[in-house]
DNA sequence: GCCACTGTTCAATTTTGTTTGAACAAATCA
DNA sequence: TGATTTGTTCAAACAAAATTGAACAGTGGC
């Protein structure tokens, strides 16, 4: 195997270690697991793109890992497969405009909770009309309505995010 | 022990089942433990506030999960305390208002990680200027600048949020 | 002062979620 | 066609995080 065509296959230097770092942080904060966190910090620190066993090798995960991964973090929109040398390997790039990020991240991870959830509140409140006592079915109405405005506040915020993360 | 003056110590019936499930979802999004969302939950759907006792024999939890989960959400301002019946036990509320839930978990647990992420950053900058080859410092400077728009961007959107959801 | 009650702490356990690695499929090459 | 390379899958191993429960501290009643 020859460095200079097929890139450094060394373990991360301190700044990488610690750019790396940065981002394993980043994504737990969002619920992704760490391997994520790795692979996007040393696409995003790496100028040119890498290749699924360029990341097994100077991160030392898994092939596994690093497959489910990189599919992760191609259904967020987080990175784009680009043609690399000319081997027959899929090489990676980051995306590394915020809007494209969040909006992945909104989504795949946010938006079907919300959806989910409001489906969930319907049924609830179709539930709480067959309650027995009034009092105690209208304080459930009371309490679902707000869960209803909850998640229609929620809903709204998105696109705001959007814009301006887009700038 | 009667059950007119200590409250209801069965097990949930299926309406609170399902909205706790309901929080209890809705919390793992947010990357808070389970039993967050099952206390939170109950409270959310009781006409009168409970002691954590109550929480205990009613979701059957243990006295140190209802112990932990209580703290982190007096923390999130998202449960108040009130004098309950006679007896010297603390009785806890929910907080119903959107804009105060928000505004606790941005503080809690959003507001910390972008501070120390800023932190980081700038301890990377300077690292990074110390890189001898001046392609690959100019690349990661470019990389590390684009880093602190997006930390920046993302602090500008706590106002908005807030802004929006307190309605 | 002693007992009963309420709530906290934290080491041990359990649960949940992530990573590994071996088996496999698909594609290319010779 | 058979050998080689690239990447995927998934059950098992492992790691991280939450929960338990027993010991403890504090408080109030008697």
């Not at 991360?12 to 394993?24: I, T």
């Amino acid at each position: 195997m020859d460095e200079l065509t097929q890139g450094n296959h060394h373990e991360l230097d301190p700044l990488e270690r610690q750019v790396v770092s940065v981002f394993v942080d980043g994504v737990r904060v969002l619920g992704l697991p760490r391997s994520i966190g790795e692979i996007y910090g040393l696409l995003f620190i790496s100028e040119s793109s890498l290749s699924l066993d360029d990341l097994v090798l100077r991160l030392g995960i898994s092939k596994g890992s690093a497959s489910q991964g990189l599919r992760m973090l191609k259904s967020l929109g987080a990175v784009r497969e680009v043609d690399g040398g000319g081997d027959r390997r899929t090489y990676y790039e980051p995306a590394i405009e915020l809007k494209r990020l969040a909006g992945g991240f909104i989504r795949e991870q946010v938006r079907p909770h919300l959806e989910s959830g409001k489906h969930k509140i319907n049924v609830l409140t179709a539930t709480a009309n067959d309650i027995e006592d009034p009092a105690r079915r209208k304080f459930l109405n009371e309490r679902l309505e707000r869960l209803e405005t909850w998640i229609t506040s929620s809903g709204r915020i998105l696109p705001v995010l959007q814009k301006i993360l887009g700038q």
